[in-house]
């Protein structure tokens, strides 16, 4: 998000901007990734204990495991269809800013009257399609971040609550 809103900010600015989405990115990846070690230790320790005390598989964690994951999936998706379809607009924008570039080039051939006036026009076109291949490019690392974060938040909102609450539990 944070790289979107750099847009009228400069390249600088906008890769730091990408590289901060994505260093907060693998951080939550790594919380995650401990709480879920976490939850898996307590849960396969609850799970052990049904062996010994079958009345225990009645436990609500045990529903609860699956509702929640089918709930952060959707939640999941939902956010990553709008990541791809920024994805694909910032694809489709890497080849029709360059192509919009040429035909605006093309239109002003009509214009040349000497050959003074024909360069003119080509440093214009080549001006103006490196221009849009570079902001095109940098729309699309951007989009690319962005997509990279955009399903995290449901697992990570829920492994860390699961940690917090069945170590609670397990006290």
């Not at 570079?134 to 940690?163: C, D, I, Q, Y």
Request: charged share 20%.
């Amino acid at each position: 998000m944070a790289a979107r809103r750099a847009k009228s900010a400069g390249p600088a600015t906008r890769l730091a901007a990408v590289v901060n989405e994505l260093t907060k990115t693998a951080g939550k990846h790594g919380e995650m990734g401990v709480a879920a070690a976490r939850t898996i230790g307590y849960r396969t320790a609850m799970m052990a204990g049904t062996l010994t005390d079958p009345l225990s598989a009645t436990d609500p964690e045990f529903v609860r495991m699956g509702a929640e994951k089918v709930e952060a999936v959707a939640e999941a998706t939902s956010a990553m269809a709008v990541g791809v379809a920024e994805l694909q607009h910032a694809w489709l924008a890497l080849f029709t800013g360059p192509v919009q570039a040429a035909t605006l080039a093309l239109a002003s051939l009509g214009t040349c009257r000497s050959p003074l006036d024909l360069v003119g026009v080509q440093q214009r076109w080549w001006e103006e399609s490196v221009s849009a291949g570079m902001n095109a490019g940098m729309h699309f690392v951007e989009s690319a971040a962005s997509l990279a974060g955009a399903g995290l938040p449901a697992f990570h909102r829920r492994a860390r609550a699961n940690a917090r609450r069945l170590a609670r539990v397990q006290r």
